[in-house]
């Protein structure tokens, strides 16, 4: 079964979601990455979805919530990348991912992710 | 006497009159021109003798009750220009139909001649020539609506596009300044632009300015907090500035809650904000 990877670095998780996002590749994440985060001891995770061009209510709830379940794991989370139709869609469906930290790209992801550690 | 006869009767009438009765309206439609100069009257002019050249053809085929046969074909045509270009030079609805209506008293003078001593005839033509022109004259109003309607819709388009510039004000600030009153369709483009330039520039901070809307109400502030709410996704920050006085009274006595938003009285207090985030600063240059 296919998975999305999620690679490791130094205390950091990254997400980097390249395929289209089905349901069950949603939920999948969701088991891999909270069991990572207490694995590991992640200290912060950065999803990158940038190669996700649309999204449906199913898939806007499971980034939304993925995001809220790290941040309850006390791991930082930043969401980056996010296309323009994407961020349209989820301010229609009312996911404003409250509480979650955004950047436009990895680069500014990271440079976030490490002001929020010194 | 048939319904055939009668059309008959009356066309012939009106082709014998012709002239008679172009002269009578011509006369009427001129007293009432309101912008009275020659181009006018000449444009005029020729509208009635096409028109009415037309309606006489139309006449002899005996159909009196329908306007959509195919022999109206050339009235309605000619109609329809006349009313849509009455529509685009600002003719109120009234001076058009009233183009149409003024024909039923030459019309009827007319038929009362050549009537004469038929007074069951002279009904029923009148109400013939009576419904024939309600029609024409509702269908040309239907044409000036249409028309109307259509410019209402190309101005639409044309304010959309020339109402959402984004400009940058500096490295990865950007501004949009908002004039006019912002509805679902426009928070749409204004939403799209936006995006789009914070993906192109690389901004992290977008200063929305609204000097130039009039009124701000809770449907307006919903539209703004959803392109703020976007912008915020793609990880850009907003600050709203150019709020007036009475546009914060209002906005307070609607409640509406603009408390997770950075908001300035000025554009300057804003760009001033959004240097301190991308880390310059603005000093005055020192004379030695």
Same mark, same amino acid.
């Given at each position: 079964? =296919?998975?999305?990877?999620?690679?490791?670095?130094?205390?950091?998780?990254?997400?980097?979601?390249?395929?289209?996002?089905?349901?069950?590749?949603?939920?999948?994440?969701?088991?891999?990455?909270?069991?990572?985060?207490?694995?590991?001891?992640?200290?912060?995770?950065?999803?990158?979805?940038?190669?996700?061009?649309?999204?449906?209510?199913?898939?806007?709830?499971?980034?939304?919530?993925?995001?809220?379940?790290?941040?309850?794991?006390?791991?930082?989370?930043?969401?980056?990348?996010?296309?323009?139709?994407?961020?349209?869609?989820?301010? =229609?469906?009312?996911?404003?991912?409250?509480?979650?930290?955004?950047?436009?790209?990895?680069?500014?992801?990271?440079?976030?992710?490490?002001?929020?550690?010194? | 006497?048939?319904?055939?006869?009668?059309?008959?009767?009356?066309?012939? %009438?009106? $082709?014998?009159?012709?002239?008679?009765?172009?002269?009578? /309206?011509?006369?009427? $439609?001129?007293?009432?021109?309101?912008?009275?100069?020659?181009?006018?009257?000449?444009?005029?002019?020729?509208?009635?003798?096409? +028109? $009415?050249?037309? +309606?006489?053809?139309? *006449?002899?085929?005996?159909?009196?009750?329908?306007?959509?046969?195919?022999? /109206?074909?050339?009235?309605?045509?000619?109609?329809?220009?006349?009313?849509?270009?009455?529509?685009?030079?600002?003719?109120?609805?009234?001076?058009?139909? *009233? +183009?149409?209506?003024?024909?039923?008293?030459?019309? +009827?003078?007319?038929?009362?001649?050549?009537?004469?001593?038929?007074?069951?005839?002279?009904?029923?033509?009148? /109400? %013939?020539?009576?419904?024939?022109?309600?029609? $024409?004259?509702?269908? %040309?109003?239907?044409?000036?609506?249409?028309?109307?309607?259509?410019?209402?819709?190309?101005?639409?388009?044309?304010?959309?596009?020339?109402?959402?510039?984004?400009?940058?004000? /500096?490295?990865?600030?950007?501004?949009?300044?908002?004039?006019?009153?912002?509805?679902?369709?426009?928070?749409?483009?204004?939403?799209?632009?936006?995006?789009?330039?914070?993906?192109? *520039?690389?901004?992290?901070?977008?200063?929305?300015?609204? *000097?130039?809307?009039?009124?701000?109400?809770?449907?307006?502030?919903?539209?703004?907090?959803?392109?703020?709410?976007?912008?915020?996704?793609?990880?850009?920050?907003?600050?709203?500035?150019?709020?007036?006085?009475?546009?914060?009274?209002?906005?307070?006595?609607?409640?509406?809650?603009?408390?997770?938003?950075?908001?300035?009285?000025?554009?300057?207090?804003?760009?001033?904000?959004?240097?301190?985030? %991308?880390?310059?600063?603005?000093?005055?240059?020192?004379?030695?």
């Amino acid at each position: 079964m =296919e998975r999305i990877p999620i690679l490791r670095m130094g205390d950091l998780l990254l997400v980097t979601i390249q395929v289209d996002m089905h349901d069950r590749l949603a939920m999948q994440l969701q088991d891999d990455l909270t069991a990572r985060i207490v694995s590991d001891n992640a200290k912060g995770v950065l999803i990158d979805i940038s190669a996700l061009d649309l999204v449906d209510s199913f898939i806007g709830r499971m980034i939304s919530n993925t995001a809220a379940m790290a941040r309850v794991l006390d791991a930082r989370t930043v969401v980056v990348g996010m296309q323009p139709a994407v961020a349209i869609t989820l301010v =229609e469906l009312g996911l404003t991912l409250h509480g979650v930290k955004t950047a436009l790209n990895v680069e500014k992801g990271m440079a976030l992710l490490g002001k929020n550690f010194q | 006497m048939s319904m055939k006869d009668y059309a008959d009767r009356i066309s012939q %009438t009106i $082709l014998d009159q012709e002239a008679a009765i172009a002269a009578e /309206w011509l006369a009427q $439609l001129e007293a009432l021109l309101v912008r009275s100069n020659a181009a006018a009257r000449e444009q005029l002019r020729s509208h009635c003798q096409q +028109f $009415l050249k037309a +309606f006489a053809g139309a *006449t002899r085929s005996g159909e009196l009750e329908n306007i959509e046969h195919r022999s /109206w074909d050339e009235v309605r045509d000619l109609l329809s220009e006349i009313s849509a270009t009455r529509a685009r030079s600002g003719s109120t609805p009234a001076e058009t139909a *009233t +183009f149409v209506f003024s024909l039923k008293q030459p019309l +009827f003078s007319r038929l009362r001649d050549a009537f004469t001593g038929d007074a069951d005839g002279l009904a029923s033509a009148s /109400w %013939t020539i009576n419904t024939l022109i309600d029609k $024409l004259g509702l269908f %040309t109003i239907t044409v000036f609506q249409k028309t109307k309607d259509q410019i209402i819709v190309r101005q639409q388009q044309e304010l959309l596009e020339l109402s959402t510039p984004v400009v940058k004000l /500096w490295d990865g600030i950007l501004a949009l300044p908002l004039i006019g009153t912002l509805d679902s369709a426009r928070t749409q483009v204004v939403m799209e632009n936006i995006l789009q330039k914070i993906v192109d *520039t690389g901004a992290i901070i977008a200063i929305i300015d609204i *000097t130039g809307v009039p009124t701000v109400d809770t449907l307006v502030a919903q539209h703004l907090m959803k392109t703020i709410a976007a912008a915020r996704l793609m990880g850009a920050d907003c600050i709203i500035s150019g709020i007036r006085p009475q546009i914060a009274q209002t906005i307070v006595h609607l409640g509406v809650n603009l408390e997770d938003v950075i908001t300035k009285a000025t554009l300057a207090d804003a760009f001033v904000v959004a240097l301190e985030r %991308t880390g310059a600063t603005i000093a005055a240059k020192r004379t030695a």
